[in-house]
């Protein structure tokens, strides 16, 4: 049996007028994320989480914010590719924990329905999946509802357990 660890993080400016994607949910909010893509940053987080457990470089790397390939893509699709390497490499997912922290809007209420989709999305148990919000007490470019940032750690199995 194979263990890997990885952590992940990624850190987005909010903007008026767009749309806020976290963990594969559209959030209602009068700010969004500026990006390339759909600019979820909770599953950008869970990519490079995902893929630094294997040493295979980040985001940036597989989907480069440089292409128009990946302009405006949902990345839910990002996170099923990333998924395609982990078990194209023989492992699997034993646990993700993502950490999101935003001033507002309060995002307790979308966070069974992020752990469902995201989930869904990497082929495993909803119980393998945990989504947790917090603000910064005001404090900083969060805490002044500039931007979002989002902390993602992921146990990976491979070997004879990765098959189940």
């Known amino acids: 049996m194979d263990i890997r660890i990885g952590n992940g993080y990624d850190v987005h400016a ?7 994607w976290l ?3 559209r959030i209602e909010s009068a700010k969004g994320c ?6 979820d940053v909770a599953i950008h987080a869970l990519c490079d989480a995902l893929l630094g457990a294997l040493a295979l470089g980040d985001i940036g790397k597989h989907f480069p914010d440089t292409s128009d390939e990946f302009r405006g893509i949902d990345s839910k699709i990002l996170l099923a590719r990333t998924m395609e390497l982990i078990k194209g490499a023989g492992y699997r997912l034993g646990n993700a924990d993502i950490t999101i922290a935003m001033q507002k809007p309060r995002l307790s209420p979308y966070i069974s329905e992020m752990r469902e989709t995201l989930a869904k999305v990497m082929g495993t148990d909803v119980s393998s999946v ?29 070997g004879e357990m990765a098959v189940r």
């Open 34 to 39: 500026i990006a390339h893509s759909d600019g």
């Open 23 to 25: 963990g594969g949910v």
């Open 130 to 158: 945990s989504v947790k919000a917090t603000t910064t007490e005001k404090l900083g470019f969060v805490g002044r509802s500039e931007g979002c940032e989002v902390f993602a750690t992921v146990l990976l199995i491979g």
């Open 14 to 20: 909010l903007a008026e007028g767009l749309p806020l």
